[in-house]
């Protein structure tokens, strides 16, 4: 679909590269990514590995960031209703490991997680200066009465998801949602956003539209708009 780069998935629980092959040999998943002759915009890593086992699991992740030249490692933040002192201790601590690495560490913004609050991302990135936040707007949208107002977050974001959603519904066919586009650019661009715009579009259960084709209309739509 010639997109410049891609966000790579680094799921434990997915069917393909898993933050455990990483841990286990990074100089290997280097040379096969080396392989496949692309260029990464960031991964995105999501596992079970409890804190103490997810330090040298992280420590790994950025290695193979710097050694495939992506910039930026994005994880989940702590679940809804976790101390937020406590999660930045606990972000600062990973903060420092990717920072040793060279690449940039980002927590998600994600309706299950403490950053399903703006203002809660927003202070967890002023406790913590080196790090900055993934924007998935959709979940600002989905579930809410009214869309949540995130425009204190721009400042910190430092990468982006987007689909088109619903109150109702994560993912819907463009056009069909009501996420705004042209007010998530125009927050970008007033803080000088130069990073990746990531279309993250699954296909999956109950999905009943050709999703290849929603990704081009999300691509050529961005591209229209920057």
């Known amino acids: 679909m010639r997109f410049q780069k891609v966000d790579l998935a680094l799921h434990e629980a997915g069917n393909h590269l898993k933050p455990s092959d990483v841990k286990a040999d990074v100089t290997r998943v280097a040379a096969i990514l080396k392989k496949a002759n692309l260029s990464y915009a960031a991964f995105h890593v999501e596992t079970d590995a409890t804190d103490e086992a997810f330090h040298e699991t992280l420590k790994a992740v950025c290695r193979l960031g710097r050694l495939v030249a992506c910039p930026l490692v994005n994880i989940p933040a ?71 107002d995130y425009d204190l977050l721009f400042p910190f974001v430092r990468h982006v998801r987007l689909r088109d959603s619903a109150p109702s519904q994560m993912q819907v066919k463009i056009g069909q949602g009501q996420l705004e586009y042209a007010k998530i650019i125009t927050g970008l661009e007033r803080q000088n956003y130069h990073r990746a715009l990531c279309v993250d579009m699954r296909d999956g259960p109950g999905v009943d539209y050709p999703v290849d084709a929603e990704v081009r209309k999300l691509k050529y739509l961005l591209e229209s708009m920057v």
């Not at 990717?98 to 991302?121: I, Y």
């Open 78 to 148: 702590a679940a809804i209703g976790s101390d937020l002192a406590a999660e930045a201790k606990r972000l600062a601590q990973f903060t420092r490991i990717a920072k040793g690495e060279g690449v940039m560490l980002t927590v998600e913004t994600h309706c299950q997680a403490v950053t399903a609050d703006p203002k809660a991302a927003a202070e967890l990135c002023r406790q913590v200066p080196d790090l900055g936040l993934t924007l998935d707007p959709s979940h600002y949208l989905v579930g809410q009465p009214s869309e949540l």
